[in-house]
Nanobody, 124 residues
């Protein structure tokens, strides 16, 4: 079982950038697909991006495509979310999550392991 801890959230102006990190414990990190999700107040948790265990295949929500980049470093047991050109509507708590799956998974209900979340606030 892997455990996850996010970091890197904060307050940024619209158009700015942040990089989130998700550190995982456990020697089997490289066997998991990793996803980033976000949840704004009063809204459901939504998919942001996910990455295959090898790091060679990624998928993004349309709302962040071209602005966000997911990556992973299996040697450091860490997955990243580089967020550029941030907008006020990106404001949310961001969560990383892990799942063992041979195919891309964008539905939060299939992810078994979650971090505690990190707040991202984008001011206009």
């Amino acid at each position: 079982q892997v455990q996850l801890v996010e970091s890197g959230g904060g307050l940024v102006q619209a158009g700015g950038s942040l990089r989130l990190a998700c550190a995982a414990s456990g020697r089997t990190f490289s066997s998991y697909r990793m996803g980033w999700f976000r949840q704004a107040p009063g809204k459901e948790r939504e998919f942001v991006a996910e990455i295959r265990w090898s790091g060679t295949v990624t998928r993004y929500a349309d709302s962040v495509k071209g602005r966000f980049t997911i990556s992973r470093d299996n040697a450091k047991n860490t997955v990243y979310l580089q967020m550029n050109a941030l907008k006020p509507e990106d404001t949310a708590v961001y969560y990383c999550a892990a799942v063992r799956s041979p195919v891309a998974v964008v539905d939060a209900k299939f992810y078994a392991t979650w971090g505690q979340g990190t707040q991202v606030t984008v001011s206009s």
